[in-house]
């Protein structure tokens, strides 16, 4: 129930002296007045993290392609005759085995740059999470190679510095970053953000606006 009305006050006036005391209350929103949700807060934090996440995944990406690809462990193809770096017809299969991991990481970083139901993703989380992907190949590729000097087996890169555990095409640290972009983009495309429920917002105001003023 309202408060009264003051005798010779018009109501109106005294449901709009509610809804300003109502402001003077510990649990008064902004967004319940104006009927538009508050910005969120701590968004900046969030896109952050995101970012620190998805560059810090290139070491366990870079760990993954020496344990499957052609010179490292070779556990994918399981060939003995490509455990050897001296062997070339692995060196083109141990590019295409980090190809694929980094569009699978791209992939994934992209979905997690997409943002909520009700809010897209910003330019700048684009950036960040294109960069945070750039940033997660290089990782991946120094971590692959840094596995390769430590665990594998001693090989004479004389002829050939690919006989090495290494990366020929350079092209491919262009992958993650590239998927990361694509996915946003194909997200963003086929995925509309839902609006908030207007009559959520709008059940919030009356609510404030019919409850007594404290006495």
């Known amino acids: 129930m309202t408060q009264p009305a003051v005798h010779g006050q018009h109501p109106d006036d005294a449901l ?3 809804r300003q005391g109502d402001k003077g209350h510990p649990g008064f929103r902004p967004e319940q007045a104006s009927g538009h949700p508050a910005p969120e807060t701590g968004m900046s934090a969030v896109s952050w993290r995101k970012a620190a996440v998805i560059a810090a995944a290139g070491v366990p990406v870079g760990l993954l392609w020496w344990l499957l690809a052609p010179s490292g462990l070779n556990l994918l ?3 003995p005759e490509l455990r050897s770096g001296g062997n070339t017809e692995g060196w083109l299969p141990r ?3 980090l190809a694929g991991l980094f569009l699978l990481a791209g992939c994934i970083s992209g979905a ?5 139901k009700h809010h897209g993703p910003s330019g700048r989380d684009v950036l960040l999470a294109v960069g945070a992907g750039a940033v997660g190949a ?3 590729w120094g971590t692959g190679v840094l596995c390769g000097l430590w665990w594998g087996t001693p090989e004479d890169t004389s002829a050939s510095a690919s006989i090495a555990f290494s990366l ?3 092209a491919v640290l262009a992958i993650w970053p590239a998927a990361t972009a694509l996915a946003i983009f194909l997200n963003t495309v086929f995925t509309t953000p839902k ?3 207007a009559g959520e917002t709008t059940g919030e105001t009356t609510d404030q606006a019919t409850d007594p003023a404290p006495l």
């Open 112 to 116: 997690v740059a997409t943002g909520t």
């Open 16 to 18: 709009q002296k509610v």
């Open 77 to 79: 193809s399981g060939n």
């Open 95 to 97: 590019d295409l085995v």
């Open 168 to 170: 020929r095409s350079l």
């Open 195 to 197: 609006p908030e429920s």
């Open 138 to 140: 290089l990782a991946a």
